[in-house]
């Protein structure tokens, strides 16, 4: 269930400093499943977290050298295990797409809600994985009617060439098969 102030009940909310208010006319008509892991394919860390609450210790790992003033959020998280951090509630607008566009329209982050799953582009994702998304999904297409089957993709999809998420290893068949 989503709340009335758009927060998922069955996730742990943890907020993010970035996110702004959605701009008034952009109604919430887009999924975009993301991938992450910090550092890249390594799970289970605090990393992410730190990133999206921004207090990544950017000497921690070589690889987070990049990262240092990144502001970046995402709706919510989906561990390997299957557990669920919701980092900005789904009313916001997350800072998750960048540069990006849908069907001609410009500024995904407008009208889009962001999911994250713990992986790489190259990695298998985990079964409790596709569940907790499938159940996500469900949940955030009950609440945004907008967002149909048609309008869920994936990061690749809305800045191609600049990012290749969720990547070749995810199932979208079998995803597709779990919301039917």
């Known amino acids: 269930m989503i709340d009335t102030f758009g927060l998922l009940c069955s996730a742990t909310f943890i907020k993010s400093p970035f996110y702004n ?10 999924l975009v499943i993301h991938c992450i892991s910090l550092p890249e394919g390594k799970f289970a860390t605090e990393h992410i977290k730190n ?4 207090c990544l ?11 240092q003033g990144l502001e970046v959020s995402a709706h919510c998280v989906i561990r390997r295990d299957g557990a669920i951090e919701q980092y900005v509630p789904f009313i916001q607008r997350a800072w998750h797409a960048g540069v990006s ?3 001609g329209i ?5 009208f889009s809600i962001g999911v994250e799953l713990e992986g790489t582009d190259c990695s298998p994702y985990t079964e409790l994985q596709y569940q907790a998304l499938a159940e996500v999904t469900r949940q955030i297409q009950q609440q945004y009617p ?13 800045a191609p060439g600049r990012k290749t998420d969720p990547g070749s290893e995810f199932n979208w068949p079998y995803f597709f098969q779990l919301l039917a």
Do not use: Y
Request: hydrophobic letters at 35%; glycine letters at 6%; one cysteine or more.
């Open 21 to 30: 208010q959605r701009p008034d006319q952009a109604e919430i008509s887009l």
């Open 57 to 67: 210790d950017c000497s921690a790992d070589p690889s987070f050298v990049d990262l």
């Open 146 to 158: 907008l967002i149909t089957n048609k309008r869920i993709v994936g990061h690749s999809d809305i």
């Open 106 to 110: 410009a500024g995904c982050n407008d």
């Open 101 to 103: 566009s849908f069907e």
């Open 51 to 54: 990133l999206f609450t921004g």
